[in-house]
């Protein structure tokens, strides 16, 4: 809510990274090829987060059989 990202329906796959009280800390999702819907909470953009959750993303297109993504 902070960075104003709403889920949309078309997604076919979300991550969440939350912190040790279990708070969203960061999110992003894919639909077909293209990476979507990613940010990090303010408190913690500079933890290196989104590169986590990047790498994170590509991993289950890469188990489907995509290896390119936008």
């Known amino acids: 809510e ?3 990202l709403q889920l949309e ?3 076919e796959y979300t ?3 939350r912190d040790q009280s279990g708070k969203i800390i960061g ?3 894919f639909e077909g090829k293209v990476l979507k819907c990613i940010g ?3 408190d913690y953009q500079e933890a290196g987060l989104s590169g986590k959750i990047v790498s994170a ?3 289950e ?3 489907r059989g995509t290896f ?3």
Do not use: A, C, Q
């Open 2 to 4: 902070r960075l104003g």
């Open 9 to 11: 329906k078309s997604v």
């Open 15 to 17: 991550l969440t990274l």
């Open 27 to 29: 999110t992003g999702s």
């Open 40 to 42: 990090v909470d303010p």
């Open 57 to 59: 993303l590509i991993e």
């Open 61 to 63: 297109p890469r188990r």
């Open 68 to 70: 390119h993504y936008f």
